[in-house]
């Protein structure tokens, strides 16, 4: 089974802060780990490959740095990196990013199953792994928290949804965006880590020429979406204290939660 898993690398942090002068994140201080989720992915890919041969191909776009996602993910046994970096590739929004990744995948070949995570804990979108779908024109299964069975041409997983799951029979190759109900993801192994630290030239570093892509359509200049400004929502408390005895105080409290519509 041939699998491509998407990761990126994203600040250690849930909580985006923002330079209120410039507008852009704060990322000094803060470490930059494998999105979450995308461990997932890997864990998922590495198991399958167990079960049914094949190799596992990790591609991330993002700044040099990245490589270093990269080398975890082939300590954790990843057999073939690829780093899609070039200044022309800066800025790029989630249209422009999936096209980019969607390039390097044609430039591939032949996969059976790509493997994203649901979501990245700084960009938050969750559109990168539909649309790289969509831009492959391949069958997209998102939120899969079991991979139920895998057939010669087929696979069944089950979906994650609010109040339940839904099983899904689909082609592949497909496309699954996975969430981390699906498995607990290995650590890295020592020796494979160091190897793929030792030598980085194993892992492939790819530009704009090298996945045949016009500078104009990645990046900032390939963005059909642009940032405006970016900000923090300042939230303003009102604190009431409620006294006397409680029967009235919960009388003045349910009119005041009417008053202002809250039931
Ligand atoms: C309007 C707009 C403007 C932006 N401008 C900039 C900018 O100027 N500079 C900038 O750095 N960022 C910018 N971004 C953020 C950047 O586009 C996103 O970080 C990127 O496209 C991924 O989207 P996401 O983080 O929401 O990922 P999600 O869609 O939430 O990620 C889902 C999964 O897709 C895969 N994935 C996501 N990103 C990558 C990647 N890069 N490589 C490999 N796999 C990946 C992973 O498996 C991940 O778990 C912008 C975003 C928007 C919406």
Redesign the pocket.
């Known amino acids: 089974m041939e699998i491509i898993v998407?990761?990126?690398q994203v600040p250690d942090t849930t909580e985006v802060k923002i330079d209120p002068k410039t507008g852009t994140l704060i990322r000094e201080g803060v470490e930059s780990i494998i999105?979450p989720?995308?461990l997932h992915?890997i864990e998922a890919a590495l198991t399958l490959k167990e079960q049914f041969g094949g190799s596992v191909t990790a591609?991330?776009?993002?700044p040099p740095q990245a490589i270093d996602a990269i080398s975890e993910a082939m300590g954790m046994g990843v057999d073939r990196g690829i780093l899609?970096s070039d200044k022309a590739f800066?800025?790029?929004?989630?249209w422009?990013?999936?096209y980019t990744?969607g390039k390097a995948i044609q430039k591939l070949g032949p996969y059976d199953l790509i493997i994203?995570?649901?979501?990245?804990i700084?960009?938050?979108?969750?559109?990168?792994?539909p649309q790289v779908a969509d831009f492959l024109g391949i069958p997209q299964v998102t939120y899969v928290f079991e991979i139920e069975e895998v057939g010669e041409e087929s696979l069944l997983v089950k979906r994650m949804l609010e109040d339940g799951y839904e099983r899904v029979r689909c082609q592949m190759p497909a496309l699954l965006?996975v969430v981390s109900r699906l498995n607990e993801p290995r650590y890295p192994v020592v020796g494979l880590l160091l190897d793929a630290c030792r030598d980085e030239a194993s892992i492939e570093v790819w530009n704009a020429a090298d996945i045949n892509v016009q500078n104009s359509d990645v990046g900032?200049s390939g963005?059909l979406?642009?940032?405006i400004k970016t900000f923090a929502p300042k939230f303003k408390r009102k604190t009431e204290i409620l006294e006397g005895d409680t029967k009235t105080v919960v009388a003045d409290l349910i009119a005041k939660l009417r008053e202002n519509k809250l039931i």
């Open positions: 998407l990761i990126k999105n989720d995308d992915a591609v991330s776009m993002g899609l800066a800025g790029a929004d989630t422009a990013t999936s990744l994203c995570g649901r979501q990245a700084d960009g938050d979108t969750a559109q990168i792994g965006t900032l963005s979406t642009h940032v």
